[in-house]
């Protein structure tokens, strides 16, 4: 299904030749680190080298396979064709130009499609994916529950970093979905703070954002958790990013306007008097990469859709003192959000 799509944009002496290593991923459903999609009207081959050979082989239906031993394996397949176009953001300017001279004389182009096209396709989700995505979440959250009884005053932010990508990865998480955060009480106010050596104290708020790779999908999930008993200041806070957070989910709809969204929790807390604090986007989708379309910001004026995985995370961070974040992923539906993320929100305290 998702070949003719593409096949349909292409005029009869176009090819596009893909080799982003997701937009690879995302056609064929086979992870390999090199390899090249030649799309043609009535054709689409992939072309990989020895290492993935067999494998790809046995795995990939949708297309046919080719062993890659060369440009010119390519260049078989180019009768007819008189312009190849290249993904825009995924090619550097030295391969391009490699490129151009082995396929001479065909014409190599840079082009808004595919990329266009393939980020609107992976921005609906099939079952297939949200499956994968709703395990991603799942093993986030085993690590998460085993990080509530590991965390206490004492600990290093980096300790409990690593803890976290351990139970990801015993729990059958292929790699993490980007560096694990963790960040404690005044450092939580660098939304997207690296843990080090500092010692977790009594008193202290700890931001842990993290996620995990199941079938290639990303999890996105954080938690604030507060060690010892929270401040009624601490509260205040808390409670106000968790009421921005509940009235976004709650506002989830298919054809909402993705800033309308930002706007929800963003007028919040800036009733609650946190507005300035609130200094990123409340949001994003996630798929194969862990920020793609739609991008939930107050400049995205693109329409919410069925099949879209968003997450919704407002934040809170007053410099030299603190910072909050409390953030959700899951899919948008008729009916709103269903929501991937299953963890406690209520402010939990570490005793
Ligand atoms: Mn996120």
Same mark, same amino acid.
Request: charged share 30%; with cysteine.
């Given at each position: 299904m998702k070949f003719p799509v593409l096949q &349909?944009?292409?005029?009869? @002496?176009d090819a596009f030749l893909i080799f982003g290593e997701v937009s690879r991923k995302y056609l064929t459903c086979f992870s390999s680190s090199d390899g090249y999609l030649l799309v043609k009207k009535d054709e689409a081959c992939f072309f990989v080298d020895a290492r993935y050979f067999e494998d790809a082989q046995k795995k990939i239906d949708s297309c046919e396979v080719e062993l890659f031993d060369g440009f010119d394996r390519i260049k078989? !397949? *180019? @009768?007819? %064709?008189k312009n190849i176009i290249v993904e825009s953001n995924y090619v550097t300017l030295r391969q391009f130009e490699k490129l151009k001279g082995v396929f001479s004389p065909v014409a190599v182009n840079f082009g808004d499609e595919p990329d266009g096209e393939l980020q609107r396709m992976r921005a609906i989700k099939s079952e297939d994916e949200i499956a994968s995505l709703k395990t991603a979440q799942k093993i986030a959250e085993i690590a998460f529950d085993e990080a509530l009884r590991f965390?206490? =005053?004492?600990? $290093?932010e980096n300790a409990v970093a690593a803890f976290i990508e351990y139970v990801m990865r015993k729990n059958g998480? /292929?790699? *993490? +979905?980007? @560096?694990t955060i963790v960040v404690s009480g005044a $450092?939580? $106010?660098? #939304?997207h703070g690296v843990p080090g050596e500092k010692i977790i104290s009594k008193g202290e708020f700890v931001t842990m954002d993290f996620g995990t790779v199941y079938g290639g999908y990303h999890s996105d999930m954080t938690r604030t958790v507060v060690v010892g008993r929270a401040s009624e200041r601490q509260r205040n806070i808390y409670n106000a990013v968790l009421e921005a957070q509940e009235k976004a989910i709650k506002a989830v &709809? #298919?054809?909402?306007?993705c800033s309308d969204l930002d706007k929800v929790a963003r007028d919040h807390l800036s009733e609650k008097g946190f507005g300035e604090f609130f %200094? !990123? +986007?409340?949001g994003h989708g996630v798929g *194969? /990469?862990? !920020? /793609? =379309? #739609?991008t939930v910001s107050a400049k995205c004026d693109r329409l919410l859709e069925c099949g879209n995985v968003i997450t919704v995370e407002p934040g809170v961070y007053i410099p030299g003192e603190l910072g909050v974040r409390i953030e959700d992923f899951g899919l948008v539906t008729e009916n709103g959000f269903d929501n991937f993320t299953k963890a406690d929100k209520n402010l939990i305290e570490i005793v």
């Amino acid at each position: 299904m998702k070949f003719p799509v593409l096949q &349909k944009l292409l005029k009869n @002496d176009d090819a596009f030749l893909i080799f982003g290593e997701v937009s690879r991923k995302y056609l064929t459903c086979f992870s390999s680190s090199d390899g090249y999609l030649l799309v043609k009207k009535d054709e689409a081959c992939f072309f990989v080298d020895a290492r993935y050979f067999e494998d790809a082989q046995k795995k990939i239906d949708s297309c046919e396979v080719e062993l890659f031993d060369g440009f010119d394996r390519i260049k078989r !397949h *180019l @009768d007819g %064709t008189k312009n190849i176009i290249v993904e825009s953001n995924y090619v550097t300017l030295r391969q391009f130009e490699k490129l151009k001279g082995v396929f001479s004389p065909v014409a190599v182009n840079f082009g808004d499609e595919p990329d266009g096209e393939l980020q609107r396709m992976r921005a609906i989700k099939s079952e297939d994916e949200i499956a994968s995505l709703k395990t991603a979440q799942k093993i986030a959250e085993i690590a998460f529950d085993e990080a509530l009884r590991f965390l206490k =005053a004492g600990v $290093s932010e980096n300790a409990v970093a690593a803890f976290i990508e351990y139970v990801m990865r015993k729990n059958g998480g /292929e790699k *993490l +979905s980007f @560096d694990t955060i963790v960040v404690s009480g005044a $450092s939580g $106010s660098v #939304p997207h703070g690296v843990p080090g050596e500092k010692i977790i104290s009594k008193g202290e708020f700890v931001t842990m954002d993290f996620g995990t790779v199941y079938g290639g999908y990303h999890s996105d999930m954080t938690r604030t958790v507060v060690v010892g008993r929270a401040s009624e200041r601490q509260r205040n806070i808390y409670n106000a990013v968790l009421e921005a957070q509940e009235k976004a989910i709650k506002a989830v &709809k #298919p054809g909402l306007k993705c800033s309308d969204l930002d706007k929800v929790a963003r007028d919040h807390l800036s009733e609650k008097g946190f507005g300035e604090f609130f %200094t !990123h +986007s409340l949001g994003h989708g996630v798929g *194969l /990469e862990i !920020h /793609e =379309a #739609p991008t939930v910001s107050a400049k995205c004026d693109r329409l919410l859709e069925c099949g879209n995985v968003i997450t919704v995370e407002p934040g809170v961070y007053i410099p030299g003192e603190l910072g909050v974040r409390i953030e959700d992923f899951g899919l948008v539906t008729e009916n709103g959000f269903d929501n991937f993320t299953k963890a406690d929100k209520n402010l939990i305290e570490i005793v």
